[in-house]
């Protein structure tokens, strides 16, 4: 009894999941216990002939891949999508991203989603933002890893082309990240930015920053783009100018954050 009711003397199915979830084997142990229940329990316990005892697991229906579902009919695939999701809240993604950046955990997703879903108008760059999100923008590093390359290097440094060498230290950005630099300066933006402010945003929570955030977007957007481009690297192009040009039309495109002081600034100073 005590294994299958909560203090208040309640058979719960949350309190149940609560105490097996970390088992091996959940699902059969959960699907066990609810077959051990005797039926004539949860017929007494909802006529409430019982004062002690309340039942609640015939009161939800579960919501698993979009289906609603009653609990009675539960199979162990749909355990399986709940707990997956339960567990997984957050993108796969985020933890290599912490992990790499070797970062607390991020805190903000929901404001980020909302920035790359809401905010950004178009799908080429709600895509690559929600691509880099995820680990996925290929760098030679991960083409090799996908055996898709026969090196991991980059064609321009030959050293390993992981995502701070495609994004940030790159010889082939040199001359677009000082100008960058040299540009946010005269819009006395001091903070140098990072690989993590391209990724999860610059305080994504705070709407005051989404204009900010926008020209990060197109800021990374132009790297990425640049990448290709330029064939990886091999031939000669103005990444700078390509920003220069992206983000003007942009500009123009967005009616959304419609212009702030930010975007009046860069524009001057581009
Ligand atoms: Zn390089």
């Not at 321009?156 to 040299?182: G, Q, T």
């Not at 020209?215 to 481009?229: E, G």
Request: net charge positive.
């Amino acid at each position: 009894m005590n294994d299958i009711t909560d203090e208040n003397g309640r058979v719960s199915q949350d309190y149940l999941i609560e105490k097996l979830k970390n088992k091996i084997n959940f699902f059969s142990e959960f699907s066990r216990l609810k077959k051990a229940i005797p039926k004539e329990w949860y017929v007494q316990l909802s006529e409430e002939k019982s004062v002690k005892t309340t039942i609640n697991i015939k009161k939800e229906n579960i919501i698993s891949a979009g289906r609603v579902i009653d609990m009675d009919k539960l199979v162990n695939k749909d355990f399986y999508n709940i707990i997956k999701n339960k567990v997984f809240i957050k993108p796969i993604g985020i933890h290599f991203w912490t992990t790499y950046l070797d970062i607390q955990d991020f805190q903000n997703i929901t404001d980020l989603y909302e920035f790359i879903f809401k905010i950004l108008l178009e799908n080429k760059l709600k895509i690559f933002r929600w691509k880099l999100l995820q680990f996925i923008i290929p760098t030679k590093s991960h083409l090799f890893k996908w055996k898709i390359s026969t090196d991991r290097l980059c064609n321009v440094c030959k050293v390993e082309e992981d995502y701070d060498h495609f994004f940030m230290s790159c010889k082939y950005l040199d001359i677009f990240w000082n100008k960058i630099n040299e540009m946010l300066k005269k819009v006395q933006f001091e903070n140098n930015i990072r690989l993590q402010h391209l990724v999860f945003g610059y305080k994504i929570f705070d709407k005051e920053y989404f204009h900010l955030n926008y020209f990060l977007t197109i800021l990374a957007f132009t790297i990425y783009k640049s990448y290709y481009v330029s064939e990886q690297k091999t031939k000669t192009i103005d990444v700078y100018l390509l920003f220069k040009n992206e983000f003007q039309r942009k500009m123009k495109e967005n009616k959304l954050l419609g212009m702030n002081s930010l975007f009046n600034h860069i524009l001057n100073k581009l």
